[in-house]
Nanobody
């Protein structure tokens, strides 16, 4: 099992940047694919970005492509989401997720472990 703790959320003006971090417990983080999802008030939780266990492949939602970058440092058991050119519509609770089995890298049901989330608010 792995436990995930997100950090780095906050309030930022439109056009600004934030970097989210996802700290994972356990010694086998390098065997887990990980992802970021987000959920805005009154909306379903949606896929944002994912990265394979080695970091060799990344995937992005169309809405964030070119603005967000997912990465990981397996030596530090930490994943990251760099968010640039933020828009008010990016406002949501952002969740880190992980899994160590085969499955979709863009669907909620492809991930087994979830953090508690961190709030990101973008003001216009």
């Amino acid at each position: 099992q792995v436990q995930l703790v997100e950090s780095g959320g906050g309030l930022v003006q439109a056009g600004g940047s934030l970097r989210l971090a996802c700290a994972a417990s356990g010694r086998t983080f390098s065997s887990y694919a990980m992802a970021w999802f987000r959920q805005a008030p009154g909306k379903e939780r949606e896929f944002v970005a994912s990265i394979t266990s080695s970091g060799g492949s990344t995937f992005y939602a169309d809405s964030v492509k070119g603005r967000f970058t997912i990465s990981r440092d397996n030596a530090k058991n930490t994943g990251y989401l760099q968010m640039n050119s933020l828009k008010p519509e990016d406002t949501a609770v952002y969740y880190c997720a992980a899994r160590n089995r085969l499955g979709s890298l863009t669907r909620r049901d492809g991930f087994d472990y979830w953090g508690q989330g961190t709030q990101v608010t973008v003001s216009s």
